[in-house]
């Protein structure tokens, strides 16, 4: 179902801005659940502590990412780390929603993925800003093998993604 948004001369349509207004209102209900959620876990779990949820599969922990996805660049010293990762995640996420805005039709898979996408660039950008780094505290793993430590945010951009990916795999 992919919905006309197209503008009419005087702007956009009624429909159109609810739309709009429903995906933003997304985009912002991810960045407070994530904003939430990590200032419960600063707040009530020391830091590298461990807490099972799923034992085998899945703890909270506390730990704070200075770097990117899967902490890339997190052991680099340069004094102009943050900042650049500041002006690209706005960037980025300043391109994202203006693409969006202009675009003429948009698939509602599409939106609720930019909309997840935007919420969790959102939330990581303001960690950034405000600390210099991200908070992170889900730790699933399965035996020995752990996956990089996530949050709300992370799982927000990655399903976002899967919405865009599948919507692009079964569009015309």
Same mark, same amino acid.
């Given at each position: 179902?992919?919905?006309?948004?197209? +503008?009419?001369?005087?702007? !956009?349509? !009624?429909?159109?801005?609810?739309?709009?207004?429903?995906?933003?209102?997304?985009?912002?209900?991810?960045?407070?659940?994530?904003?939430?959620?990590?200032? $419960?876990?600063?707040?009530?779990?020391?830091?590298?502590?461990?807490? !099972?949820?799923?034992?085998?599969?899945?703890?909270?922990?506390?730990?704070?990412? !200075?770097?990117?996805?899967?902490?890339?660049?997190?052991? +680099?010293?340069?004094?102009?780390?943050?900042?650049?990762?500041?002006?690209?995640?706005?960037?980025?996420?300043?391109?994202?929603?203006? &693409?969006?805005?202009?675009?003429?039709?948009?698939?509602?898979? +599409?939106?609720?993925?930019?909309? $997840?996408?935007?919420?969790?660039?959102? +939330?990581?950008?303001?960690?950034?800003?405000?600390?210099?780094?991200?908070?992170?505290?889900?730790?699933?793993?399965?035996?020995?093998?752990?996956?990089? &430590?996530?949050?709300?945010?992370?799982?927000?951009?990655?399903?976002?993604?899967?919405?865009?990916?599948?919507?692009?795999?079964?569009?015309?």
């Amino acid at each position: 179902m992919t919905e006309k948004l197209e +503008s009419s001369p005087g702007g !956009p349509t !009624p429909v159109r801005k609810r739309t709009r207004a429903l995906y933003a209102a997304l985009a912002i209900l991810i960045a407070l659940a994530d904003q939430t959620t990590k200032f $419960l876990v600063e707040r009530g779990i020391p830091e590298h502590a461990l807490i !099972p949820v799923i034992p085998g599969l899945l703890n909270l922990t506390h730990s704070k990412n !200075p770097g990117v996805a899967f902490g890339m660049f997190s052991d +680099s010293p340069a004094p102009w780390k943050t900042a650049l990762l500041v002006v690209v995640s706005a960037a980025l996420l300043a391109v994202v929603v203006y &693409t969006v805005w202009r675009a003429r039709e948009l698939h509602w898979a +599409s939106g609720v993925g930019v909309a $997840l996408i935007a919420g969790g660039a959102i +939330s990581n950008l303001a960690d950034r800003v405000r600390a210099g780094l991200v908070v992170d505290f889900v730790d699933a793993y399965f035996r020995s093998y752990h996956w990089y &430590t996530f949050n709300l945010a992370d799982s927000a951009i990655v399903v976002g993604a899967c919405f865009l990916v599948v919507h692009l795999l079964i569009s015309d």
